[in-house]
């Protein structure tokens, strides 16, 4: 019997010092992976199941989908993050839900 | 969910940097908050409490933090203190202030916020503030520095005490504590980190941000009102 991994779909809004700083896919996935290897190391990295779903600079908010037992692992990671390329920020996490259209619904986002 | 953020230290003579952190706290989804001045001397007026509340719509209290050097300097400072209607936080690392302060009933918080005094916690000071109904606050700041070698270690003597803490039957708070304003970060976010990297349950860490800190400010509530005695006493005619 197949047992599909369970997702969590994490919302998280941007707060930059500079407004009009965008923050890259690519720069934003390489500082979350080096603070999920900081934090986690590999075991915790096997587990996470980490994928990028947005990251919309113009209204300063991401979505990630990661797997359901590591979603605190993944805050965790978010949080931790202090900045990017020298640039202070602050990812904050705002909602989790189980689904990626409930999670929009709710939120408001298109 | 009525997360606290128990401890923001902010120059509160600056309307401006106070409203960018209301902004900021806004903005990282804190909802209930608890102000302190930079000094212990600064007097909180109904002036500048009515200002920064009309300010945001985050619930707001205020405390000060004592910063006794010793015995003496503390049994001064604390006769300043009597009937005070804010919360009243000592800190200190010297222990026989912590022994004194956690005896005293008009301190409300014993706070820890480096890991210097962290690691002089005893059990003869747990024993006292769960006795003496006094809070005991944990500062997770030396958990978010830059510095690896020092995060390490400061992990590793937070998770240590903290455990011993979860052992005792005190009272404690978790705060952010955030030096500067884009160290703030989401109580629930801070959950999460004490969940994962300090091996906290989830509920045990939850009350600290939220079940604790509640019960504190409602005892300061009930501590201030002149009709009640205590919990579940209150004057009603005569006397």
Known sequence: ?110 | MAYYETRLRVDLQNSEEVAEYLNTCEQVGITNLIIEPLTSEFMITDAIKNQIQSLTNIKIYFRITMNPRNLKEFNRKIQKFNNFKYLLAVESSNKRIQLKASKDSRVDILTFSNIRKIKSISKGVLSLLSQNNTYLELSLSPLLINNKSEQSRNFRITYRFMERVLNSRVKYLLCGDAPSRFCLRNPRALISICVSLLDIPIQKAKMGFEKYPQTLVKDKFIKNDTQKFGNGFKLIGGG
Do not use: D, H
């Open chain 1, 1 to 110: 019997m197949k047992i599909k991994e369970r997702q969590r779909y994490i919302l998280f809004q941007i707060i930059k010092k500079k407004e009009n700083m965008k923050v890259k896919k690519s720069i934003f996935l390489k500082t979350l992976w080096s603070s999920i290897w900081r934090y986690f190391g590999l075991k915790g990295a096997n587990k996470m199941g980490l994928w990028l779903v947005e990251l919309n600079n113009k209204n300063n908010y991401g979505i990630l989908r990661v797997s359901q037992y590591s979603k605190e692992m993944a805050i965790s990671a978010l949080t931790l993050i202090k900045n990017i390329n020298g640039m202070p920020i602050i990812f904050s996490t705002v909602k989790t839900s189980g689904t990626l259209k409930s999670l929009k619904k709710n939120n408001r986002i298109e």
